[in-house]
DNA sequence: CTGTATCCTCAAGGATACTG
DNA sequence: CAGTATCCTTGAGGATACAG
């Protein structure tokens, strides 16, 4: 993309910033992404070439720097892009438009993120596997949680232990009661449903912090 | 531009932000640009289509609203944008290189934020003309500002006043000094002449609170 | 898995002309 | 001045194949 060409350092934050995909690269990286797959799983919608284009640019611009295998981190600059993210999340939970449309959202995205704000101290201490069943899907709807103290992952397959707790939603009420459009119990009303032993399907909410801007107050 | 189709506020927040121009007008209108030719003397290189398309997409996003003659205003929305792009100057004035290429730069956008940075409180109470003449340009390097406690204009005519000082600098000098890179003695010191009266020379700085993000302390 | 190299398409957006 | 309508070019970036 072609420089603004200005002094003024919005413009020229802009200039390296500005292009598409950069930013939520940068959010992934401050969200505790490490390597390029890490990335990718929090943007499924980047292209292979694309994600490499910008994360050199990024090196080049001092903002990441290239760990050989153990992947990207980002320098203090890049860690100092926490208040624009930041700004910009906040803003967009405050004035932004509850409701958009599901089909055209990324629940892969969506799921990396839960798998990523689950509060360790708060699981059981043995593995627990959650099947998660997006209901107005038809295929490719399915997806697994594995949750251990040590480690949380997300599968598209059953990772082999047995389901310990099942959640059916449709993807507008997971979206709503993870974004903080809803709280769990408005969720629940309005159509999300666990099966499993009582003990965990009451303990189930309080395993995830949610999204991480879920507690901005809305002006919208 | 395709929606990045994530549940994220930062996603969804770029998908109408993001886009190129969109950043720049939105700092334009909230340093007080209230017109199309307002933001457009601040975005020279901005094109007529572009500049209504974009305002139209901030209208329907209602982050803007038309004022019929009176041009734009930023709705509450809009005015609480000014955290996002303070967040950018700041990191932008923090971490990016002091220098760039004075070639690529647009004059006419300093000049502007020069008009509009100007303290009216510590004008003279006369009518001052200042020619401000671009000493490492050829042709169209000249501009007057006419500085009236008033009000400010920006020329690129003699606006007919006779000429109480000239300032006589190189790009770089008066970008760095505008920037706060340089102080005043430095910019001076580095070539940055001033003709006219001792005491409007004296008092010349004093007229400008420079850049908006000046005063941001440096870690590059 | 983590990229790189190449090709190719489509649409962003600049230029121009025209209008109230 | 403040736009709108149309045309046309260019390059962003997706898809694919290939490599370490």
Redesign the pocket.
């Known amino acids: ?2 420089s603004y060409g200005q002094f003024c350092s919005i413009a020229r934050a802009l200039d390296l910033l500005g ?3 950069t930013i939520l690269i940068v959010r992934e990286l401050l969200c505790g992404g490490r ?4 990335v ?1 799983r929090g943007i499924p ?12 640019e990024l090196c080049d611009a001092g903002v990441v720097e ?1 760990r050989g ?1 153990e ?2 981190e980002l320098t203090e600059a890049g860690r100092d892009l926490m208040g624009v993210v930041s700004a910009l999340g906040t803003w967009g939970q405050k004035w932004l438009p509850r409701e958009s449309k599901p089909d055209e959202l990324d629940m892969d995205a969506l799921l990396w993120d839960m798998r990523r704000r689950v509060d360790l101290e708060r699981l059981p201490p043995r593995p627990t596997v959650v099947r998660i069943e997006l209901t107005d899907l038809r295929r490719g709807a399915t997806r697994w949680l594995l949750l251990r103290p040590s480690e949380v992952s997300l599968c598209s397959t059953n990772p082999g232990f047995p389901e310990s707790l099942e959640v059916r939603t449709d993807r507008r009420t997971l979206i709503a009661w993870w974004r903080g459009d809803l709280s769990y119990e408005e969720a629940r009303h309005r159509g999300l449903r666990l099966d499993g032993p009582p003990a965990l399907r009451r303990a189930f909410p309080r395993w995830f912090q949610r999204y991480l801007f879920a507690d901005v107050a809305r002006e919208h």
């Open positions: 993309m072609k292009e598409r995909w390597t390029f797959g890490d990718r919608r980047i292209s292979k070439t694309m994600l490499a284009a910008r994360l050199h290239r295998a992947g990207y």
